[in-house]
């Protein structure tokens, strides 16, 4: 699948079939997160990756009762350092770039954006200085979901000026 494939396949997946991801899944979409641009590259952002089944339970409550975190292969955590400018942006394009090698692999990922950060904080121990971007469910999927529709380019895009 090329990138193009991958960005049109892409879907939110929240049923995931009961197994942990290979290996060398796991390994290419770990390279992606590591290969993704960063700001003046300062780099300043770790992904923290759950895969324990207790913790990811506890993440629930902390994603707002969304009960799909528990049944993931992996809770992938973008945290990123506040006192670096563009960090945040940063943790997004990274998690958007595993989301992309995660459709080519035939992974489902969801995004969340739906989480209470001092929970997820102490769930995972996050130090109060870091700041949690976003969170995506991982694994493979138990659903295929249509495309959503999406508008048309003359609804979204503005040439030179906004109108």
């Avoid at 923290?48 to 506890?58: N, R």
């Avoid at 049944?71 to 945040?88: D, G, L, M, Q, T």
């Avoid at 508008?151 to 030179?160: A, G, M, P, S, T």
Wanted: hydrophobic share 45%; aromatic share 6%; glycine share 4%.
């Amino acid at each position: 699948m090329d990138v193009s494939a991958a960005i049109e396949n892409r879907r939110s997946i929240r049923k995931y079939q009961a197994k942990p991801l290979s290996e060398e899944d796991m390994a290419k979409l770990l390279a992606a997160a590591r290969l993704s641009p960063s700001a003046r590259n300062d780099q300043a952002r770790k992904l923290l990756v759950v895969t324990d089944e207790q913790i990811k339970a506890e993440l629930v409550p902390a994603c707002k009762n969304q009960g799909f975190v528990k049944e993931c292969a992996a809770v992938f955590i973008a945290v990123h350092n506040p006192e670096k400018r563009w960090s945040a942006e940063d943790c997004v394009i990274m998690l958007d770039h595993v989301s992309l090698q995660a459709a080519e692999l035939g992974i489902g990922s969801c995004w969340i954006g739906a989480f209470e950060e001092d929970k997820v904080k102490a769930v995972v121990g996050i130090p109060a200085e870091m700041r949690v971007a976003i969170c995506m469910t991982i694994g493979y999927p138990d659903e295929a979901p249509a495309a959503r529709p999406r508008k048309d380019l003359q609804e979204i895009v503005c040439w030179q000026k906004y109108q």
